[in-house]
């Protein structure tokens, strides 16, 4: 196997803290033992809703947390556990290009100079290389070489999404994870920057972590496709099998709510009762089995774990007994 | 890099689908566009301008030195009234605009050399207390946890007193003088700046961009510095252009109580405060300082409300 990146056991909690002074009264764990795996070249879509830990997972990987417990490797190297702290060496090889576009450019910067930051930091090439550089993948990314020197505010959302994407790939990466790049961006605009990911995926061979509440972004874009669920992973599979035969129970309920615009198709939609339950006092057993239609007393006192079942790896002990048949 | 020649994709088309036309305007450019558009801005503007103008040429402008004692020079009588040629007072009496003070000084010359002082006291104050308010709070608010606690609860106890009681006290156990009174004043206007840049710190280090330079590897420093504070910046220098009024305002107060800038210095406060007796017979000596006074707060606090206009963030979209 070629694995460029690897999970293993990933958990991150964060302390909560009450009373003036700071008692540390619980914890959340918003990321609760993820283990994963994503070959060179692929995409892997990551889907769940609000609060499930998809942003904290990628955040963990580009090293703006550190993991609580668990590794991550790279190309096999710890790249980050509980004892290497914050610290960071493979910073150039895993980029992110970041949800919000108005918010992720210096305001006070031409964009030129957001887009150089890593190189100066990283000490490569002198001023009139990293110029040079800059123009070339603004123009790999749609934009004039000269839009440079310009400042953000005189870019649209999807122009500032482009210049995030630039200031990830100046830095020459091999892993490129997405949060949410498409979320604040018009219709119109959306399909433009998922095109031109696509596009440099292919032709850069980006190995990409795609995070999105979006079904169907998730669908276009990548090529294997992991659910969440309140920080665990509850199913993970191609994206075809995915789409075309959801196993675990919280899949199917995620995809009947995709809108389809058929309607001889409408009417199988699986609705979810009560809340997303908190993340600092977690159900015992199964994270789902409240809002489950399949759970049994198993379920309530067991976590399951994550099995094969197809080509997909579901954790549910209803898949795994057969119960899910219906 | 061999592929991006290839891959470049429709260049003209985002251009002409977009617009990106006219050269950059950076986001100081177009601040500054707003400040002269607002009414307070220009007045607070020029009124500023005037005074630095008058500080700077005040030899120039002042027909006798300010500590010149004029007995025995000209013909003059103590706290004489003031004579006006062109408004009808005998053109063989020698012209003195503000009259004559209870040293026989000419009171036009003390106003105007008093400019300077008032100035010099307003920026040094503000350049002392912003330097190191701004880092004590940009420290706080970045690093948080213990030192933030520290650094907070010392401000918040200097807060505690009023601010001109404590500056007081200050110069009473340092001593009466000018530079002592600069200090006091530093040290109880530090703490807004603190708190001021901390608050904005903390808005502004969660913002993407700041974790963009954090996934390219820079340093807390270039994070906290290149760029955290100069987007934290915006309220700070409302804030203070707005503390230069307030720090010759105290200065003035600190001066009229003998504290501050010592007689013979031409120190405006020092002036009404040793002139305060003779308000009902010699009122122009009390009268002119005051207003200088109040024409200098007066003016950065409407280049500060220009400024607050000018920099609001919600107007940069």
């Known amino acids: 196997m070629n694995a460029l990146l690897e999970m293993h056991e990933i958990k991150k909690t964060f302390p909560v803290r009450k009373g003036i002074f700071q008692r540390i009264v619980g914890q959340v764990a918003a990321v609760n033992g993820v283990s994963l795996s994503i070959e060179r070249g692929r995409t892997l879509g990551l889907v769940g809703e609000s609060g499930c830990g998809k942003s904290t997972l990628a955040k963990m990987l580009v090293g703006l947390y550190p993991p609580s417990d668990g590794e991550i490797l790279f190309e096999g190297k710890v790249l980050a556990g509980p004892d290497t702290g914050a610290e960071f060496d493979a910073t150039r090889k895993i980029q992110i290009v970041f949800q919000d576009p108005y918010s992720s450019l210096d305001p006070r910067l031409p964009v030129g100079d957001s887009i150089a930051e890593g190189l100066v930091i990283h000490g490569i090439g002198d001023n009139k290389s990293r110029r040079k550089k800059v123009g070339e993948i603004l123009e790999l990314v749609g934009l004039p070489p000269q839009a440079g020197d310009r400042y953000p505010h005189e870019f649209s959302g999807g122009q500032r999404q482009r210049i995030g994407i630039a200031r990830a790939l100046i830095m020459d990466p091999e892993f490129v994870v997405c949060d949410e790049p498409t979320s604040a961006l018009d219709v119109s605009v959306q399909a433009q920057i998922l095109n031109l990911l696509k596009k440099l995926q292919a032709e850069l061979n980006l190995t990409m972590m795609f995070i999105s509440h979006n079904l169907a972004v998730v669908k276009h874009v990548a090529d294997d496709v992991m659910v969440m669920y309140l920080g665990r992973v509850a199913e993970v599979a191609p994206v075809d099998d995915l789409f075309a035969n959801p196993r675990h129970p919280y899949t199917k309920a995620l995809l009947s709510a995709t809108p389809i615009a058929d309607p001889e198709r409408r009417g199988e939609r699986i609705k979810l009762t009560g809340e997303l339950p908190s993340p600092i006092n977690p159900p015992p057993g199964c994270p789902f089995h409240p809002r489950c239609p399949l759970a049994n007393d198993r379920c309530k006192s067991e976590v399951p774990a994550l099995l094969p079942a197809g080509p997909a790896t579901v954790a549910c002990h209803a898949v795994e007994e057969g119960r899910d048949a219906a | ?317």
């Open chain 2, 1 to 317: 890099m061999s592929t991006l020649g290839r891959a470049s994709a429709s260049v003209s088309e985002v251009i002409a689908e977009e617009g990106l036309l006219g050269d950059p305007v950076p986001l100081w450019k177009r601040a500054w566009g707003r400040l002269l558009r607002k009414r307070s801005g220009q007045v607070g503007l020029i009124m500023i301008t005037t005074l630095i103008l008058i500080a700077i040429f005040a030899p120039l402008i002042a027909p006798y030195g300010p500590e010149d004692v004029l007995i025995g020079v000209e013909d003059v009588s103590r706290r004489e009234a003031p004579c006006v040629h062109i408004l009808g007072c005998d053109s063989s009496r020698p012209q003195h605009l503000m009259g004559v003070d209870g040293n026989f000084r000419d009171a036009f010359s003390r106003v105007v050399y008093g400019t300077r002082v008032s100035l010099m006291i307003g920026l040094t104050t503000v350049t002392a207390a912003l330097f190191f308010g701004v880092l004590l709070g940009s420290i706080a608010g970045y690093f948080g946890g213990l030192l933030d606690n520290l650094i907070m609860r010392v401000m918040d106890v200097i807060l505690g007193f009023p601010s001109l009681l404590l500056a007081i006290a200050i110069v009473a156990v340092l001593g009466p003088g000018i530079q002592n009174a600069l200090l006091a004043i530093s040290i109880v206007t530090l703490p807004a700046y603190a708190r001021v840049t901390r608050a904005s710190v903390l808005s502004v280090k969660e913002l993407d961009f700041v974790a963009a330079t954090r996934v390219l590897g820079g340093s807390k420093w270039r994070i906290l510095f290149r760029r955290i504070l100069p987007n934290a910046l915006t309220p700070i220098v409302v804030l203070a252009t707005l503390g230069i009024a307030t720090a010759i305002l105290d200065a003035a107060g600190l001066s009229f109580l003998g504290l501050g800038a010592q007689p013979p210095t031409p120190e405006w406060g020092t002036m009404l405060g040793s002139e305060r007796n003779q308000i009902f017979s010699a009122p122009h000596l009390v009268f002119f300082p005051g207003i200088a006074i109040m024409i200098t707060v007066l003016g950065f606090n409407l280049l500060g409300d220009g400024l607050r206009d000018a920099l609001d963030p919600r107007l940069n979209s």
